[in-house]
């Protein structure tokens, strides 16, 4: 894996939305993790999680702004996604932070752009990195390249 890149001005401004859309919307237990993606057109797409009673029911907040995207403007691919986490008041040494992005959530990543750059974790800092390096081996079905 190549060691991730530092980050643009246009990623902080990323981060930036991802935490405005979980502050905005937090609800504990329910709303916790934000994101926002960075569309190859250069559109900015939020998006918070679905928490779910039923827990397999839950959608990740990667997921609500993409969909968020297709239904405004059509798949335009991504160019950078992140997700952050909101810590609820009972974690009171914590503070917003970028998290990664869950198997299932890189895959649909990969799926809508191959190309997508994510923002990731980097010790206490984060950084970007490919879809393509946070996901080797991607599920394929039967013999499909
Ligand atoms: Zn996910």
């Not at 950078?80 to 959530?105: H, L, N």
Request: aromatic share 4%.
């Amino acid at each position: 894996m190549k060691k991730p890149a530092a980050l643009s001005k246009a990623d902080r401004e990323l981060i930036a939305a991802a935490s405005a859309a979980i502050k905005a919307r937090y609800r504990d237990d329910w709303q916790e993790v934000g994101a926002a993606l960075r569309t190859r057109s250069g559109k900015i797409f939020t998006g918070v999680n679905l928490d779910a009673y039923l827990g397999r029911m839950a959608v990740c907040a990667e997921a609500v702004a993409l969909g968020r995207a297709v239904v405004e403007i059509g798949d335009e691919g991504i160019d950078t996604i992140v997700a952050v986490r909101q810590p609820p008041p009972r974690e009171k040494d914590q503070s917003i932070a970028v998290v990664s992005p869950c198997g299932a959530c890189r895959e649909l990543i990969f799926d809508y752009d191959p190309k997508a750059r994510v923002i990731v974790p980097n010790g206490k800092k984060a950084a970007a990195a490919q879809i393509a390096d946070l996901l080797p081996n991607k599920y394929r079905r039967g013999s499909e390249t």
